[in-house]
């Protein structure tokens, strides 16, 4: 099991704690790139017949805002030992991701259960919301993700 340099445990975290992730400009060109290869409607891949749509103009795919928001997730705004390894999601798009959007992420741990029947893990349940530079959230993602316990000494056996 590869393990993140300074990545937390279960141990490590608390109910209430946030992380705050870097930021990343979104282009049209991305938007469009995305679009045409997973979500080709012309709301997503043609800026001026964007225009005549429910968004008024080119909107980035659900899909895309939620493929940053992981990207940004990877490291800081979620720093696992192990890596952020998922069990379940929801996810909302309150406002469209635009050409220009600078994006990040302020994830908070709503939940953390440890594990009854697996004492080296528990489920950690996160509230990340994506926020773009004028302050407002374009996605709001409620995961809930596997974390290891911090592992125990050679020889030593775990107490639950």
Known sequence: MDILPGGLY??????GQTF????????????VAFASAFDPQPFHTDAEAAKHT??????ASGWHTAAL???????????????LI???AQLEWPRPTRPGDVLHVRTEIVKIAPSR????RG???????????RGEVVQVLTSTAVVTRRPAPAGELRKT
């Open 117 to 120: 029947s697996r004492p080296d």
């Open 123 to 133: 489920m950690v349940t996160l509230r990340s919301e994506t926020i773009n530079q």
């Open 86 to 88: 998922g069990a379940g």
């Open 10 to 15: 279960l141990e490590d975290l608390q109910e």
């Open 54 to 59: 429910f968004f008024g103009g080119l909107a």
């Open 69 to 83: 928001t992981m990207r940004l997730l990877v490291g800081k705004g979620a720093p696992f030992a192990v890596g």
């Open 20 to 31: 705050t992730t870097g930021s990343m400009e979104v282009d049209a060109a991305q938007i």
